[in-house]
Each structure stands twice: as C-alpha cells, then as structure tokens.
C-alpha cells in the first residue's frame, strides 16, 4: 500500500490524526521515537530554522531539501507545506513533482498572493477562488500519487461564508483534502467540517487566532486531522532560550542538555555503528 493510500486511510478513520511539525532531521527522528503517525513538514518552521520569519522568503528547494532530510528517519506519511505553490499554475505542477521527489506523501498549497504571510499574522491577501481553483487542478494534474491539500485563509480577509464558499470550490477542482486557516471562534471550528463535506485537517497554533482546542473536541466536530506545526521548532526554540538565559546567568552548562551518546541513539548511532562493524568484518 502507498504512502497515499496510507494517509488517507487515517484521515478517513473516526479517530483524529495528529501530525507533528517537523523541519530536519533531529526533529524527524524524535518525532518518529514518539511513534507519530504522521508528520507535517511546516513552511514556517523551516523558515525559522533558517533564520527567516514566515513571510514567504523560503524558497521550494529550501522545503524540498528539508522534507528529503526528514525522510531519513521518517517511514510514515509525511504532509508537506508549499505555501503558494510558489507561483503560478506551472510553478505550482513543479513544486508538486519536486516535493514527490523528494519524499512527501501530501502537499498543500494555500490562496493566498505571493509572498504569502503566516496564517496566524495580520494583514494577509488572497487570490481570486477562480484562480486558485487553477492551481489545485494543476496540482492534481502534477501528482504521481500524493494527496492535494487545499488550504484557504479566507476568514481573516473575506469573512468565514467566504472561506467555506471558497473551501467547497477547492474542493471541486479536485483537492482531497482541506484547511480552513484560523478560525475565529470555537463556533466556526466546529462549523467547518459539517460546512465543506470532505476531510479537514486543524492548526494547532499555540498563541495564534484560533481558540485553544481538545483532541476529543476536535474528533467530535468531525475534523480528520490535526497539524502542529510548533510542535518541535517552538519547543527547540523555548529550550535555547532556556539554555542561553542560563548560559548568561553564569551557568556553563544547562541541565535540560543531552548528553553526546543520548543525542547520536536518538539518530541512529546504533545502526551505524553496526553498519561500520559489519563492513569491517567483511573486509577482515
């Protein structure tokens, strides 16, 4: 079975499934102990691991490059962010070719104009539905085998009829999946699975425009999935400020440090020591 057919067999499954933010490698690998089920390559984490805010400055080789890295620890699906598609239609059937290549199992594409802007910031614009209904059938069209998800930020600019009017005609150019970006209220997320009919995935975003919300909340307004984008970026980013607040402090070493052998099990030391051991052994 396909790693497609994998995803969208859990998105489909009465139980919530939840996908951890990823951007690297040690992110992919501690995700993958934890034993995720899913993982969610998120635009803005990797924009933040390169010192760039998520305002549209990362690049598609940037994420393809960091979704490829995330695969070397990662065996199950992994759902990728390509914010805009990058530009128009044909960069848009592109950018699905190349995130395929490079390993992802869904891609999602938002309305947005180029440069996009974190969906949980202000002062957001969008393209014409019809034109973004352009993008999701070239999307369609590019895919070998991923699943297409179609994410619109309409709330914020059009007003929530708006977004789920724009959501069902998403739908209609063929994605399989949608993303009603930042729900205003508890209201309108229960409202937006009812509302499109078809599997909705919800950004979980700590301190973002959304209201706070349960795993069983969500599984009983009928969402099929949860993205936590923050959910290893925000953490590594709270512990290097712990750490540095210690540093400065006059501490030289902070106690929430792993040490060298904890940190290289966590990406495979084990399996590449005994790769080394066997090809010795076959040389001796």
């Avoid at 490079?102 to 202000?122: N, S, Y």
């Avoid at 297409?148 to 739908?171: H, M």
Wanted: aromatic letters at 6%; proline letters at 4%.
């Amino acid at each position: 079975m396909s790693d497609a057919s994998v995803l969208s067999g859990l998105l489909r499954r009465e139980r919530l499934l939840v996908a951890p933010g990823v951007y690297d490698g040690l992110s992919a690998a501690v995700a993958a102990r934890a034993g995720a089920e899913a993982a969610y390559v998120s635009g803005a984490a990797v924009s933040a691991a390169e010192g760039l805010p998520d305002i549209g400055l990362t690049t598609v080789t940037e994420i393809a490059r960091a979704i490829a890295v995330t695969r070397r620890h990662l065996d199950v699906p992994v759902i990728a962010d390509a914010d805009t598609g990058f530009g128009d239609e044909t960069n848009t059937f592109r950018t699905v070719r190349t995130y395929e290549d490079a390993g992802a199992t869904a891609v999602q594409i938002e309305d947005q104009v180029f440069p996009k802007r974190c969906g949980h910031l202000d002062d957001k614009s969008l393209i014409p539905a019809d034109e973004f209904a352009l993008k999701v059938e070239a999307a369609v069209a590019a895919r070998r085998d991923a699943l297409i998800v179609a994410r619109t930020d309409a709330i914020a600019v059009e007003g929530f009829d708006a977004a789920i009017s724009r959501a069902k005609s998403y739908l209609a150019a063929g994605a399989d999946v949608l993303f009603v970006e930042a729900p205003r209220t508890l209201d309108q997320v229960e409202a937006i699975p009812a509302a499109v009919g078809a599997p909705v995935i919800f950004n979980v975003v700590p301190g973002g425009k959304s209201p706070e919300v349960t795993r069983e909340q969500l599984e009983r307004f009928g969402y099929a999935g949860a993205i936590l984008p923050a959910a290893t970026v925000g953490a590594a980013f709270g512990a290097m400020t712990e750490a540095m607040a210690d540093i400065a402090g006059g501490s030289l070493v902070s106690g929430s440090v792993a040490g060298p052998r904890v940190l290289f099990e966590a990406v495979g030391l084990g399996e590449w020591t005994a790769r080394r051991a066997r090809k010795e052994q076959a040389g001796a």
